[in-house]
């Protein structure tokens, strides 16, 4: 097999506070292969933002330790110098945060911003910069670029500047695009439109996707790859189809059971009562038992161990529950999902 674009390993990252530590991520491992798109899902506070920013070297290493193995292309990041990860930031991997406004400079031009962009990591003249800024404008599908280009942030809708974004990640075509809730801030129509467009950019550009999100919606309609996460760490993962068809976690029923829906009589089986914990002190052995249905004793003690699930070889879950039993709560919960879902 090829290497893995991305082959994270035991992932830990903690964070000193004045109430002590945080382990923000604790012991998470996944791989994203060329031209993948991996869908990371769990409600806030789940780690999984600090996840992909200690993948991009963002921590502020003054209050955060990380250990494990990031390797991108076999070149371990969490060893790598702050010059090499800015540069492996600008060329390789592009970030798209949840709000453009705190990326984009409100007292320069869009056109501006995006022109020194692609000055700053290529040998271009100031007019051929221009030109990409534009040519990247109409990809992204802002109407009227030539027009648009010369505007500020604020004349944008939120849609609009998150395109901008996009826009801007994609300067150096590269071959990660990491997107952390970049529909949440977005009305529903808007969300659709910007999921299209990220689908249709990994296809055009062929880049890999980490989609972060706390929505499962958002997953099934970008996502080849699903990696739940629940309190710092991985609770159930697979492929797409597999986790919706098969889902073996009580947290991803959770999840599915809180998915709006067209036909709104059916009682939301599913919806996960309470919090997620704080990671200051997280429960012991599996960490959703407090909110699970479905606890036993064990479940208290022992915290269980990602385990092959389902039919599809690549699906794993975190459960001490018996398969028979979840193979039984995850038929009910498909069908009662399905039933009335238009066809
Ligand atoms: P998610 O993106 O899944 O909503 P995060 O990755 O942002 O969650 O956060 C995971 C946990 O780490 C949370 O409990 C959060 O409070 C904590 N955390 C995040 N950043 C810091 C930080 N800089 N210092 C201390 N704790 C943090
Ligand atoms: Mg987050």
Redesign the pocket.
Known sequence: MSEPLLDVRDLRTE?K?DDGI?K?VDGVSFKVEPGQVLGIV?E????????CLTVMGLN?SK?ATSTGEVLFRGEDLLKASSSRLRTIRGDEIAMIFQDPMTSLNPVHKIGRQLAEAVVLHNDVSSKQAYARALELLKAVGIPRAERRIDDYPHQFSGGMRQRVMIAMALINNPDLIIADEPTTALDVTTQAQILALLKRIQDDFGSAVIMITHDLGVVAETADDVIVMYAARIVERGPVRSIFNEPRHPYTWGLMGSLPRLDTNLERLYQIPGQPPS?LNPPSGCRFHPRCAFAMPICRQQDPQLMPAGSDTLHEQACHLDEATKAREATKLVAMLTAGAPS
């Not at 806030?44 to 996840?51: I, L, N």
């Open positions: 964070f506070t945080v923000a769990g806030s506070g789940s780690g999984k933002s600090v996840t502020d209050f990671l």
